[in-house]
């Protein structure tokens, strides 16, 4: 398949960060100064993902306002759908932008009303996803979490867990995942990105329907087939994961070897500015390193249909539509 083909297909992004994917255009427009791309997306020279999540202090700079929060979300779901995207999944963390002049509410709603604007302009549906982070505390996040629960099925699709996972291990916070499973939220959890298995099989035990990443796994057979057996959605990000070094260039990407086992992955962008790609740059950048063929692109969208956090309507459309 060449980029024409790809950009037919019709597609899906479940791990996108709102604050990593805005554009350099609504940046300069929204903080009235202009930026090189240097500062705001990383190469693959980016030594870490310490280095990396640097890159996200002006995008969260604009996201101060409903009214800007709103139209970053926006132009997220135009972005996606210019390249083809039907169903995205835009995760955010709503205590990074909440102030005293804006409530954990209030940055919920303007998220879940871009979302709405997005899909009734363009030709794709979405959902958001609400991102507790590694280094808050734990119940600000669970306060976070029953705010979220209001608008489950209503906009907000699921929970998160994003951050500094080195430093953070899984154990932390069972007590945070046990109270989304109380809740009744269906939740990802980023684990084995730049931290070790031991976050992914944590995960999985707490219940996560889906793991962010999941490359730490790749060489631990028992944790593969568990991956399989329990059909966890596996959301894998190539650009982004070269990037930080969570896999080294000279490494071969595991997403096919996962896919050839069965395991639900899926291709995402992670973040569209940041890494500065589009679900379409992903596929084309695993194709020209021969890490990837055409059964493998169609498998992952079959996958992440699967694995989605959609109604069963959207799924039906979107398996409808492949
Ligand atoms: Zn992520």
Same mark, same amino acid.
């Given at each position: 398949m060449n980029r024409e083909d790809i950009i037919k297909l019709p597609k899906l992004d479940l791990h996108c960060h709102l604050d990593g994917s805005l554009s350099k255009v609504f940046l300069e427009k929204t903080l009235g100064r202009n930026f090189t791309m240097e500062e705001l997306s990383v190469s693959m020279d980016c030594n870490s993902l310490v280095e990396y999540l640097k890159k996200f202090d002006i995008p969260l700079e604009a996201m101060n306002t409903q009214e800007n929060i709103k139209a970053a979300t926006v132009e997220v779901m135009k972005s996606a759908s210019d390249e083809g995207v039907k169903y995205i999944e835009i995760r955010f963390a709503p205590l990074l932008s909440a102030s005293n002049s804006m409530s954990t509410k209030a940055v919920i709603e303007a998220v879940i009303a871009g979302i709405q604007e997005g899909s009734e302009l363009f030709n794709i549906h979405g959902n958001a996803i609400c991102c507790a982070m590694t280094h808050q505390p734990i119940e600000d996040s669970k306060s976070m979490f029953k705010i979220a629960r209001e608008y489950?099925?209503?906009?907000?699709?699921?929970?998160?867990?994003?951050?500094? &996972?080195? %430093?953070?291990?899984?154990? &932390? *916070?069972? &007590?945070?995942?046990?109270?989304?499973?109380?809740?009744?939220? %269906? *939740?990802?959890?980023?684990?084995?990105e730049a931290g070790p298995k031991s976050n992914i099989k944590g995960a999985i035990d707490y219940g996560a329907k889906r793991i962010g990443h999941g490359i730490a796994m790749r060489n631990d057979e028992e944790l593969l087939k568990l991956a399989k057996d329990k059909g966890i959605g596996i959301e894998m990000c190539p650009i982004s994961n070269y990037q930080t070094k969570a896999v080294l260039k000279e490494q071969t990407y595991p997403y096919a070897d996962y896919i050839r086992r069965g395991i639900l992955a899926t291709i995402n962008t992670d973040n569209r500015l940041v890494s500065n790609t589009s679900i379409t740059n992903e596929i084309l950048f695993l194709q020209k390193k021969s890490m990837i063929d055409d059964r493998d692109i169609l498998q992952g969208i079959k996958n992440a249909i699967e694995v989605s956090f959609a109604s069963d309507d959207i799924k039906n459309m979107l398996w409808k539509e492949l």
């Amino acid at each position: 398949m060449n980029r024409e083909d790809i950009i037919k297909l019709p597609k899906l992004d479940l791990h996108c960060h709102l604050d990593g994917s805005l554009s350099k255009v609504f940046l300069e427009k929204t903080l009235g100064r202009n930026f090189t791309m240097e500062e705001l997306s990383v190469s693959m020279d980016c030594n870490s993902l310490v280095e990396y999540l640097k890159k996200f202090d002006i995008p969260l700079e604009a996201m101060n306002t409903q009214e800007n929060i709103k139209a970053a979300t926006v132009e997220v779901m135009k972005s996606a759908s210019d390249e083809g995207v039907k169903y995205i999944e835009i995760r955010f963390a709503p205590l990074l932008s909440a102030s005293n002049s804006m409530s954990t509410k209030a940055v919920i709603e303007a998220v879940i009303a871009g979302i709405q604007e997005g899909s009734e302009l363009f030709n794709i549906h979405g959902n958001a996803i609400c991102c507790a982070m590694t280094h808050q505390p734990i119940e600000d996040s669970k306060s976070m979490f029953k705010i979220a629960r209001e608008y489950y099925g209503s906009g907000v699709a699921g929970l998160d867990l994003a951050g500094d &996972e080195a %430093n953070h291990p899984i154990g &932390e *916070f069972k &007590e945070l995942f046990e109270f989304a499973r109380d809740l009744g939220m %269906n *939740f990802t959890i980023h684990a084995g990105e730049a931290g070790p298995k031991s976050n992914i099989k944590g995960a999985i035990d707490y219940g996560a329907k889906r793991i962010g990443h999941g490359i730490a796994m790749r060489n631990d057979e028992e944790l593969l087939k568990l991956a399989k057996d329990k059909g966890i959605g596996i959301e894998m990000c190539p650009i982004s994961n070269y990037q930080t070094k969570a896999v080294l260039k000279e490494q071969t990407y595991p997403y096919a070897d996962y896919i050839r086992r069965g395991i639900l992955a899926t291709i995402n962008t992670d973040n569209r500015l940041v890494s500065n790609t589009s679900i379409t740059n992903e596929i084309l950048f695993l194709q020209k390193k021969s890490m990837i063929d055409d059964r493998d692109i169609l498998q992952g969208i079959k996958n992440a249909i699967e694995v989605s956090f959609a109604s069963d309507d959207i799924k039906n459309m979107l398996w409808k539509e492949l």
